[in-house]
T-cell receptor, first 112, second 115 residues
């Protein structure tokens, strides 16, 4: 079983649409969770950390379900500039430190 | 620019040659990580340092790979006797130890092509 699993997509959506990405992780001891965004041939950029109570940053909402070991990212009112690969990431250790385990990413393409 | 920097940005080498990459982390960050990313995959952890101490190495890091961070600031990653399978993007990230969420920030990467 892969440590972090994501639907690879691609998700092709029109501008203004709402799109949701899901992710599951296998290490129940993981304590830190993140969504990174990666544009083609660029480095991953931190989009948001995912807090236990869920958190929102503008058009982006992240949720965590520890019991199901499931993380989600919701993007509302999609923009053309949201087109990228979204990487679900968890830390490797029971604490909040340590290296990160990345999913393969979900590709999003927002069309006019 | 106060972000993570990496040099060179691109490296083309012939099989069997040695290559060395450099990473300069965000100045106040004491943790430094190396990852490798191949096409269609997420980054995979290679090794990390806290200050000058190398605290963990992945089993992906074969004997041909060595990383150093001699003064706890910049780091180098050397690959000896390169193989075609080493072709990948090598990413460096840094973070500040002690933070609750250990958010890591990535440099632009060094893209290695082994011919």
């Amino acid at each position: 079983r892969k440590e972090v699993e994501q639907d690879p997509g691609p998700f092709n959506v029109p501008e203004g649409a709402t799109v949701a990405f899901n992710c599951t992780y296998s290490n129940s001891a993981s304590q830190s969770f993140f969504w990174y965004r990666q544009d083609c041939r660029k480095e991953p950029k931190l989009l948001m950390s995912v807090y236990s109570s869920g958190n929102e940053d503008g058009r982006f909402t992240a949720q965590l379900n520890r019991a199901s070991q499931y993380i989600s990212l919701l993007i509302r009112d999609s923009k053309l500039s949201d087109s990228a690969t979204y990487l679900c990431v968890v830390n490797d250790y029971g604490g909040s430190q340590g290296n990160l385990i990345f999913g393969k990413g979900t590709k999003l393409s927002v069309k006019p | 620019d106060t972000g993570v920097s990496q040099n060179p940005r691109h490296k083309i080498t012939k099989r069997g040659q040695n290559v060395t990459f450099r990473c300069d982390p965000i100045s106040e960050h004491n943790r430094l990580y190396w990852y490798r990313q191949t096409l269609g995959q997420g980054p995979e952890f290679l090794t990390y340092f806290q200050n000058e101490a190398q605290l963990e190495k992945s089993r992906l890091l074969s004997d041909r790979f060595s990383a150093e961070r001699p003064k706890g600031s910049f780091s180098t990653l050397e690959i000896q006797r390169t193989e075609q399978g080493d072709s990948a993007m090598y990413l460096c990230a840094s973070s500040l130890a002690g933070q609750v969420y250990n958010e890591q920030f990535f440099g632009p990467g060094t893209r290695l092509t082994v011919l």
